[in-house]
C-alpha cells in the first residue's frame, strides 16, 4: 500500500497542477514578475513569519520533545499544492500563489535543515545531520508542479473554448483528488502507528493555532507593505496551509524519528477545510469594506 502511495502522490499532484494550469495565462506570471514585491513578501512570510511562529507555540505548548519538532517541521515545510487549489477555489492569485510555492519548494533545501536544527538544538538531547537534494528536490518540483502548470497554460493558449468548458467542473474534481490522496495518506500513517492517531487530539490545538494565526500575519502583514486585497488573502493561504505530505515525507523517510509525523498528519486531517474558510472570511471581508466605500459623485 505504501509503495503504490509513493507512486500515487507525484501523479496526482501532476494532475491537479495540470488543472489548475488550465486557468492561467502567460500574462498571470508576467504581472509576478514585473512586479515582484508579492512573491518576495511571500517567501519572506514562508521562510521567515512561519518558522518564527511555529517556534513560538513550542514554547507556549507544553509537549513531548518529538511534537514540539514536528510543529518546526510543518512550519518549515511550503505551501503545497492544496494551497494552489484553495487560491483556485477562492478565485486569488494562482500565478502568485504557484510562484511561490515553486520557489520556496526549491529553497526549502537550503532552509528545512537550518530550521530543523535550530529546533534539535532547542527540543532534542542530540543534533541530527539533515540534508536534502537539491537536485532531487528540483527534478520533483519540475516534474509535479512546473511542468504541468505550462502544460495547462499551453492547452489554454491553443484551445480556450476546450479549456473554459473544464473551468466548473474543475472545481470540484481538483479537491477531490486531493482528498482522495490525502485519505489514503491518513489510512497508512494511521496503520503504522502503535497508537490511534485520535488519541493525539491534543496536537490539534497547537496545530490549529499555527493555521489561523499565520493566516492573520500573513494578510495583515502584506497590507502594511502595499500588496493589493487579492494578493494579501492569496498570501494568507499560501503562509497558511503547508505542505503536510511533504512534511510525513521528511519525517518518516529522512529523518527517521519516531512519532514525528504525527503532527503533519493531523494538521493535513483539517488544515485544508479550516484555510478555506479562513480564506473566505478574509476575502469577503475586504469586498464588503471595498462596498462600504462611498462612490465619487
Given amino acids: 500500500m505504501k509503495d503504490f502511495l509513493d507512486l500515487l502522490l507525484p501523479i496526482a499532484i501532476s494532475i491537479i497542477m495540470l488543472g489548475i494550469g488550465l486557468g492561467l ?30 517556534f513560538l507555540i513550542t514554547f507556549i505548548f507544553p509537549m513531548d520533545p518529538v511534537y514540539k519538532l514536528g510543529i518546526i517541521l510543518l512550519a518549515a515545510s511550503p505551501g503545497g499544492t492544496s494551497s494552489n487549489i484553495v487560491t483556485y477555489l477562492l478565485k486569488g492569485r494562482v500565478a502568485l500563489a504557484v510562484s511561490i510555492t515553486a520557489f520556496n519548494s526549491l529553497l526549502i533545501v537550503f532552509t528545512i535543515p537550518i530550521i530543523l536544527n535550530i529546533g534539535f ?52 474534481i481538483l479537491p477531490t483528488i486531493l482528498f482522495i490522496v490525502f485519505a489514503l495518506v491518513l489510512l497508512v500513517e494511521n496503520d503504522a502507528s502503535e497508537n490511534n492517531i485520535l488519541d493525539y487530539s491534543y496536537l490539534l490545538l497547537p496545530a490549529l493555532l ?10 495583515y502583514s502584506s497590507g502594511w507593505v502595499g500588496i ?11 503562509m497558511g496551509l503547508q505542505n503536510s505530505a511533504l512534511a510525513i515525507f ?22 485544508f477545510f479550516a484555510t478555506l ?3 473566505y472570511i478574509l ?12 462612490k465619487p459623485q
Wanted: glycine fraction near 8%; aromatic fraction near 12%.
Fill in 25 to 54: 495565462t502567460k500574462n498571470d506570471f508576467k504581472r509576478v514578475f514585473v512586479q515582484p514585491k508579492a512573491v518576495l513578501f511571500g517567501l519572506f512570510g514562508q521562510m521567515i513569519l512561519m518558522p518564527l511562529i511555529g
Fill in 121 to 172: 538544538y532547542f527540543f532534542w538531547d542530540e543534533s541530527l545531520d539533515v540534508s536534502l537534494s537539491f537536485i532531487d528536490t528540483s527534478t520533483e518540483v519540475g516534474i509535479t508542479i512546473l511542468l504541468p502548470v505550462i502544460l495547462g497554460i499551453i492547452i489554454r493558449h491553443n484551445w480556450p473554448n476546450f479549456t473554459a468548458k473544464l473551468q466548473k467542473p474543475l472545481r470540484y
Fill in 210 to 219: 499555527l493555521n489561523v494565526f499565520v493566516m492573520i500575519v500573513g494578510f
Fill in 228 to 238: 493589493d486585497h487579492r494578493g494579501k488573502y492569496t498570501i494568507a493561504i499560501e
Fill in 250 to 271: 521528511i519525517a518518516n523517510n529522512i529523518l527517521k524519528i519516531d512519532g514525528l509525523s504525527i503532527v503533519a498528519v493531523l494538521y493535513g486531517s483539517f488544515s
Fill in 277 to 279: 474558510i479562513l480564506g
Fill in 283 to 294: 476575502k469577503i471581508s475586504g469586498d464588503k469594506k471595498k462596498k462600504s466605500k462611498p
